[in-house]
């Protein structure tokens, strides 16, 4: 993946959507939840160091580690539906 095809706006939007507008309306949230919606933090974290770090190599890890993350967190909330 490189930097050019990276949509870093629709990443925060997908991000967003995920945390703020697709809650469970049960609480407390299930242990497999709580770590699904840890990955969302960690999502954040990245697209954070994504939009400073100057390094086009380092963008580009941090981009595919943002695209893995949101993978993982994806297959953990099939799971818990």
Do not use: C, G, H
């Not at 949509?7 to 049960?26: C, G, M």
């Amino acid at each position: 993946m490189t930097t050019k095809t990276f949509n870093l706006k629709k990443a925060w939007e997908q991000v967003k959507k995920e945390s703020i507008e697709n809650k469970l309306k049960k609480t407390p949230y299930p242990a497999s939840v709580v770590k699904a919606r840890e990955l969302l933090l960690v999502a954040q974290d990245l697209l954070s160091k994504y939009e400073s770090e100057k390094s086009i190599k380092t963008r580009e890890i941090l981009a595919s580690s943002f695209e893995k993350t949101m993978k993982q967190y994806k297959q953990m909330i099939k799971t818990t539906d």
